[in-house]
């Protein structure tokens, strides 16, 4: 089971800052506070959202890079006059 | 991706789907209102699909976008040009002959008025008998002012190809009568198959304008009109 480590609270945004280990290296996230209708904090929902904020936090750190987001490093490109459609994300189509 | 020619039109998309970064599905489900599209002569190099290329026997004719399909419903078509254009009339009249052989129903009635100025109007309905995948109709548009009027309650079609390579896509189409039973085959590497109207395979609905993809013959019946559209991979 990992750990982590309060370290600060920022009062702009009610942000709590916590450390965390994962592989060899401590990462930092920042999360907000969950607040009682009296203003004070609930701890036992913050401490909640600071661990799920760190189990997506290392969802993100584990992914892998696509194969070939490396391929246009390095490489110049035109920027288009005017903006591009905007287009929707991919989707598979059904079989048919 | 570049941007898509969008010209001045007031048509709002039902539907908008970016199929696998290949294809991009638009439709009109059923429009609710008129919705006219208009393009300049000077606009036609800049639509998709190599539209521009000119026919070999007519340079006022040159190929059309060739992703619209008019999918239920009408539309009113219209090509005008002014005696500033100086257009050869015998090209128009070949254009005029064109149209009436490509799309021959008599309810697609056909108008013109062929002089130093002057017009040719084609009011569409969907229909038609094209029992083989071909070329969507017309596949030859004109170097004149366009506008399309699209009828308040019909359905219209547009897939542009997206690909980076869309030179190895190929978009076609055939017609189907009410309750006829059609095989469907893939070709090339992939094959999209799109139905202008709800369709029916194994006795479930297949959806109108979402785009399918097949990997293997299949049988669907058409309840009623449809024009199926496939776009497929070399």
Redesign the interface.
Known sequence: MSTYRIIDYVKAGNMYIAVFSHGSTEHQIEVPAVLNTDGTVHIEHTKDAISNAIIDRKEFLDATAPSNSGSIIGSTFEV?E????P?????????? | ????Y?GDNNFTFDT??????EI?VGSIDSAANDMYWKRPKEDITLLPHDAGTEHPNNPLMVKNAGCHTLTSGSIELTYTWTEQDNLDQIHLRNFVHYLETVIPEEENVLEHSIGSSGYITQHGQANGSVTEFSPIRPEYTIKTDFVGNLKKGSSLLCVIK?DPNADEWFTTYRDAQAGDTIT?EPVGTKT??IFGSVVQ?DGQN?EKH??????RE?EITCPEFTKIIRVHQQ
Do not use: V
């Open positions: 288009n005017e903006p591009s459609q287009i929707s994300d991919p989707e598979s189509a059904e079989e048919l | 991706m570049k941007q898509i969008s908008s789907a970016n199929i696998e970064n991009l997206t469907l999209y198959f395979k297949l979402k785009a399918y993809k097949a990997t299949t």
